[in-house]
């Protein structure tokens, strides 16, 4: 299939390094507080990380993987905690916010893309970023993975419409999902594409190259897809637009992709092994309408899409605080954050600038 023209023109101007973004709302200090939310599949409460607009003062807040507080000196707390400037349990400012949901990849974490939650809160947005949880599965397969996910963004999105707070700040009209890798098939399965186990057999059936995907989760993923029939429609209709970084697509058919109608943005990793660009991002955008956008990043891996880790935790952190040699991962967020925030805008106009 022939690359629609938007795809051929972004994709040129990510490779000669030019940065495709647009104006972005007026800056704003950024709050912070957790909200816990009930999965109806697993029977779990999971935290939800929430970052939005205030006009209260930011100070510096470390915290742990869980949302909880690091209680040592700062200067230890640098190394063992993710530090945000943010105002802890501010009120949130004046004014109509949208709302983006962050999806994780699997076994990843609410801080995994903080710094892009701090980029749409400063710029207007309500960033929700739940830590999923695992229940009885790997967070790689079976219904607790393939429903659960999608389900779990969608009671994020009741949470914060009904959330005391936020609620009558949120502008219902710009709901959007971001989704890392597994994230990225959450996102997908939100807005109408419909996933189905036997199409990752038979995409590893006729891809033997692409042996670290097919391995991934061992003998719980192979069980699960082998034994796991027909998944229900989890489409979310107040999902309007999507950015999907390194996604994994394997479950989805091109005839699933198709159902696709909102906006979608797709971030590819030249030298991401764990999702190979030719048969996930690549292949997504081709599918997907001629509008979509598509991005390549040049030397990038399949977590370069992940905030860099502080201290100990890149030790922790194992292959997601990893990316391949020269590459840097802070200056392409630096650049990828805006543009993200810029899709939104573009995508999810609000009143006042439609």
């Not at 909200?35 to 939800?48: A, K, M, N, S, Y």
Request: aromatic share 6%; proline share 8%.
């Amino acid at each position: 299939m022939r690359p629609p023209v938007l795809f051929k023109h972004l994709l040129g101007l990510v490779l000669l390094g030019v940065a495709v973004t647009t104006g972005a709302a007026p800056s704003s200090n950024v709050a912070f507080r957790r909200i816990d939310v009930h999965d109806t599949i697993t029977g779990e409460l999971f935290p939800v990380a929430l970052w939005y607009p205030t006009r209260a003062v930011p100070a510096p807040l470390f915290l742990t993987g869980s949302l909880s507080g690091c209680r040592l000196p700062a200067t230890l707390c640098g190394w063992i905690a993710f530090e945000m400037q943010v105002a802890s349990n501010a009120p949130p400012a004046d004014g109509r916010f949208g709302v983006i949901v962050i999806s994780h990849g699997a076994g990843g974490l609410s801080m995994n893309h903080r710094d892009l939650a701090i980029a749409l809160a400063s710029h207007g947005y309500v960033a929700a970023a739940p830590t999923h949880p695992r229940g009885t599965d790997n967070d790689i397969s079976g219904v607790g993975v393939w429903v659960g996910r999608p389900k779990q963004v969608s009671r994020v999105i009741d949470a914060l419409l009904a959330d005391a707070e936020l609620g009558s700040h949120i502008q219902r009209e710009r709901i959007g999902v971001v989704g890392h890798s597994n994230g990225g098939y959450t996102a997908l399965a939100v807005v109408g594409a419909r996933p189905s186990p036997a199409a990752s057999v038979a995409h590893c059936r006729q891809h033997p190259d692409d042996s670290r995907f097919c391995s991934f989760g061992g003998a719980a993923t192979r069980e699960a897809t082998r034994t796991v029939g027909d998944l229900p429609d989890v489409r979310d209709p107040r999902v309007r637009a999507i950015v999907l970084m390194a996604p994994n697509t394997a479950p989805y058919t091109d005839d699933a992709l198709a159902k696709v109608t909102v906006p979608v943005r797709v971030y590819g990793a030249e030298r991401d092994d764990l999702t190979l660009v030719r048969y996930h991002a690549e292949r997504l955008a081709k599918a997907l309408p001629p509008q979509t956008e598509y991005i390549l990043v040049q030397r990038a891996g399949h977590f370069s899409f992940v905030a860099s880790f502080p201290g100990i935790l890149r030790l922790v952190a194992g292959e997601a605080a990893q990316d391949p040699a020269g590459f840097d991962r802070e200056a392409m967020h630096a650049v990828m954050n805006p543009e993200i925030v810029g899709f939104f805008d573009r995508k999810l106009p609000s009143a006042r600038t439609r």
